[in-house]
């Protein structure tokens, strides 16, 4: 059974933001560049069939563009709830287009199975789900537009006269506007702790430039095996994930499918729900993802099944110990459950380095907390 990303969304003020250059003549309260115009496309929920939802939904911004409200996402009828636990939206404009690496791997791509391409392509998928926005077809879509005077003059004037008596056009014309917000400094400012650590405004505490050692270690944990990008460890621009695709193992989320109907032992097929991928060698592997606000973004994992960041740090563990005790879920008390697809589990990347201890389990989640925005310090425990 195939199960679709569910990134669903739900709506959230915004001011309007206007600035830039002049488009000319055009009506006070009109978005004058993509990016604004993107914002406001981004918070409408007149996008979607029950006028209920919007991008912002589950890409809350006062959140990490993630979505608190539970391990998947409702959908716009309020009944549809997903498999899926909506992945942030921070610095996802940095993700690059799906492709094959040199190792022949797949990388990029949006979506947790890459399947859209580029940005531009995520954007367009939502409104036209039945389990997210639910809108039936993309003219459906255009015609919403159109009731918007001041969208039908920022659309003219941003991406030609008319572009919305079309719906191909205009359809197009509305994604790459939310591309245009999503690549704005507002979803990737990188001024988290770490930065200014970087950038040498701050200093470490003991545990956190432990946590920085240890995470960046090859010796002790390999994280930075697939949590970095760059090739040098203090580049400004890192991202936190090399957008690699892994099966880790991740446990079945039970609660979420005694909630949303999904008979439990239904396989996700992870990269396999693309639709370029083919390989019964990729069933079960998702795409890592950015661990830039990782400590505010929780539910964790494609499944949501862990709700707290250290319980993530202790289950990457159990690859890495013999004690039994040591791989007990502390949210349900309860041994890890089993990988759903352990044929294809990334155990190269998992097994390896000693097994860490609480000290150093404490000092990999102070150091996670450090890549979190400015804006977001203050959701941090």
């Not at 319980?311 to 110990?321: A, D, G």
Request: hydrophobic share 35%.
């Amino acid at each position: 059974m195939s199960i679709p990303n569910r990134s669903v969304l739900a709506a959230l003020p915004v001011a309007l933001v206007l600035g830039g250059p002049s488009a000319g003549n055009m009506p006070e309260q009109v978005p004058r560049t993509p990016e604004a115009l993107g914002e406001r496309l981004f918070f409408d929920t007149n996008l979607s069939a029950n006028r209920t939802q919007a991008c912002a939904s589950c890409h809350n911004p006062d959140y990490g563009f993630a979505d608190p409200r539970g391990m998947a996402s409702p959908g716009d009828d309020g009944v549809s709830l997903g498999d899926r636990n909506a992945p942030t939206a921070s610095y996802a404009a940095l993700i690059p287009t799906f492709h094959r690496g040199e190792d022949g791997g797949w990388i990029g791509g949006q979506f947790l199975d890459g399947r859209a391409a580029t940005l531009e392509d995520q954007a367009g998928g939502p409104p036209l789900n039945p389990i997210e926005m639910g809108m039936p077809d993309k003219a459906s879509v255009v015609a919403r537009l159109r009731e918007d005077p001041a969208y039908v003059a920022a659309f003219s004037a941003l991406y030609g006269a008319g572009v919305l008596e079309d719906a191909e056009a205009g359809y197009a014309a509305m994604t790459r506007a939310i591309a245009a917000f999503e690549r704005s400094e507002t979803f990737a400012p990188f001024d988290s702790r770490y930065d200014r650590w970087l950038r040498g405004e701050v200093e470490l505490t003991q545990q956190e430039d432990l946590g920085r050692l240890l995470f960046f270690s090859q010796q002790f944990t390999n994280c930075a095996e697939c949590h970095k990008l760059s090739e040098t460890e203090m580049d400004p621009a890192e991202t936190f994930t090399d957008h690699s695709y892994h099966n880790i193992g991740t446990p079945e989320n039970r609660a979420l499918r005694k909630m949303n109907g999904v008979p439990l032992g239904t396989i996700d097929p992870a990269l396999l729900d693309n639709p370029g991928v083919d390989d019964p060698a990729q069933r079960g592997k998702f795409r890592t993802p950015t661990l830039r606000n990782v400590a505010v973004t929780a539910p964790y994992m494609h499944n949501g099944v862990f709700q707290d960041l250290r319980t993530v740090v202790l289950f990457y563990n159990t690859y890495n110990t013999q004690v039994e005790a040591r791989k007990i879920n502390p949210e349900t008390g309860e041994t890890f459950g089993p990988p759903p697809v352990p044929e294809t589990v990334s155990l190269e990347e998992l097994e390896i380095g000693p097994a860490l201890d609480d000290q150093r389990i404490d000092a990999l989640v102070a150091f996670l907390k450090t890549l979190t925005d400015a804006r977001y310090e203050h959701l941090l425990d």
